[in-house]
């Protein structure tokens, strides 16, 4: 049972556009969001995150933005870059199992090419 | 420099042949985790581990072991491996608590011939 889905396996943007990539969430109990993003032959590495007392976090060319009653959230870039070019991965913490593990649930990734 | 080191970077290796597969951080972070990607499935927890000699199990643990001696280590067994388990998979540690500050090896390439 995926928790956390992302429905978009790949997306392809503009230089200079903006990115939308979108995740959607099952379990109302998650509390904490985050985005994620790897590059080829690469770790993950964090890219932002968000609470769930929040609606919106922005940092700098990218913005999550959290609808809980939707359980859905987004990540903008704005303007893309070819070098946003990567998989993007979103997760969530369940604080009734997170909290005390860390344990973070990821989504199955969206593979963003921006084109020049 | 702060990171986690994962060796080797590729594997392959025939069924039923135990193999290790070594995760190393420098942070003194507490908590290490295991998980492995797969296509269509994305990251899913094998192993985690929150203090020397404190394991536990996460969503795929079947066919894995794991051990924390130390507090910087924290290897991924496979005592007979199948070629199910052939993966990418991820080593990752942070400070309990300290959630943003996941950080990921480089991941291991592993196929199961």
């Known amino acids: 049972d995926q928790q956390v889905k992302q429905n978009s396996p790949s997306l392809s943007v503009q230089e200079g556009r903006i990115s939308i990539l979108n995740c959607d969430y099952t379990?109302?109990?998650?509390?904490?969001f985050l985005w994620y993003k790897k590059y080829p032959a690469e770790g993950p590495t964090f890219l932002i995150s968000?609470?769930?007392?929040?609606d919106k976090n922005e940092d700098g060319r990218f913005t999550v933005f959290l609808n809980k009653s939707a359980k859905h959230l987004s990540l903008h870039i704005v303007p893309s870059q070819p070098g946003d070019s990567a998989v993007y991965f979103c997760a969530a913490l369940n604080p009734k199992t997170g909290g005390a593990t860390n344990k973070l649930i990821f989504g199955t990734g969206t593979l963003l090419a921006v084109q020049p | 420099e702060a990171q986690v080191t994962q060796n080797p970077r590729y594997l392959i290796t025939v069924t039923g042949k135990k193999l290790t597969v070594t995760c190393s951080q420098n942070?003194?972070?507490?908590?290490m985790s295991w998980y492995r990607q797969d296509p269509g499935l994305g990251l899913r927890q094998i192993y985690y581990s929150m203090n020397v000699e404190v394991t536990d199990k996460g969503d795929v643990p079947e066919g894995y072991k794991v051990s924390r001696k130390e507090k910087r280590n924290f290897p991924l067994i496979l005592e007979s491996p199948s070629p199910n388990q052939t993966s990418l998979y991820f080593c990752?540690?942070?400070?309990?608590?300290?959630?943003?500050?996941?950080?990921f090896g480089s991941g291991t390439r592993l196929t199961v011939v």
């Open positions: 379990n109302s109990m998650f509390d904490y």
């Open positions: 968000i609470s769930s007392i929040k």
């Open positions: 942070m003194n972070h507490e908590y």
């Open positions: 990752a540690s942070s400070l309990i608590g300290g959630i943003n500050g996941y950080t």
